[in-house]
């Protein structure tokens, strides 16, 4: 079975610190990764996916991540964050099945 | 456009006791149903999916129960609950095709006394 390791279950940053936050899985074919976040009180949204093409997407409020299949990794990352930015992040997985396997999610502090 | 539903947002029940929480989805036929349980810490465990009505698949053996009696309609049950059965339950939807991406309703928090 195909799991996938958050290894920062806490992180605090300071505002405009950089981000980045690691996503490891064990799937060794072909895969879709997403990472969804949660803001405090709100759903789980998507934040950004990747499927093929290039390996470095780009999804909504100043995300990315990269795809290393060599590494099976997909960290996020973000240049500059932001007080807003303070939620649940999770990376997730899927290989062209109908579920997605959860890491176990990486709380984000951002001091203002 | 599509949403998702979830009742009720919060619930408080007594061991022993049955349950039964309800997701619906509107904007879309046929779609591929989720529930979900989220604890902290331990990320998104999924407990049971459905590919259509009637059809369900359970992912980890417990004290729930799903069911799908309509389309766009998907229940979670118990008949008696446990103290571990306490989180909070998110239920998920997916467009037949489209590949692996999810959409979650608002979740409903568990806790039983």
């Known amino acids: 079975a195909q799991s996938v390791s958050q290894h920062n279950h806490h992180v605090i940053l300071s505002e405009a610190a950089s981000l980045e936050l690691g996503c490891n899985y064990s799937?060794?074919?072909?895969?879709?990764l997403f990472w969804y976040v949660q803001y405090p009180g709100q759903h789980l949204q998507l934040l950004l996916k990747y499927f093929s093409g290039d390996p470095l997407v780009k999804g909504i409020k100043g995300f990315e991540a990269e795809f290393i299949k060599s590494k099976f990794s997909f960290n996020l990352r973000k240049p500059s964050v932001q007080w807003s930015d303070t939620a649940e992040y999770f990376c997730a997985v899927n290989n062209a099945g109908n579920m997605l396997t959860f890491g176990g999610g990486t709380r984000l502090m951002v001091k203002p | 456009s599509q949403t998702i539903h979830q009742w009720p947002a919060t619930l408080v029940q007594p061991v022993g006791s049955p349950l039964s929480l309800e997701c619906t989805v509107e904007g879309t036929s046929n779609p591929n149903l989720y529930w979900y349980r989220q604890a902290a810490g331990r990320g998104l465990q999924l407990l049971f999916y459905s590919v259509g009505i009637g059809q369900i698949s359970s992912e980890v053996p417990q004290n729930l129960s799903a069911s799908r009696p309509q389309d766009r309609q998907f229940i979670l049950s118990s008949k008696k609950l446990l103290l571990s059965d306490s989180g909070f339950y998110l239920c998920?939807?997916?467009?037949?095709?489209?590949?692996?991406?999810?959409?979650f309703g608002p979740g409903t928090r568990l806790t039983v006394t």
């Open positions: 799937y060794g074919g072909t895969v879709n």
């Open positions: 998920a939807w997916k467009e037949v095709g489209l590949l692996g991406e999810q959409y």
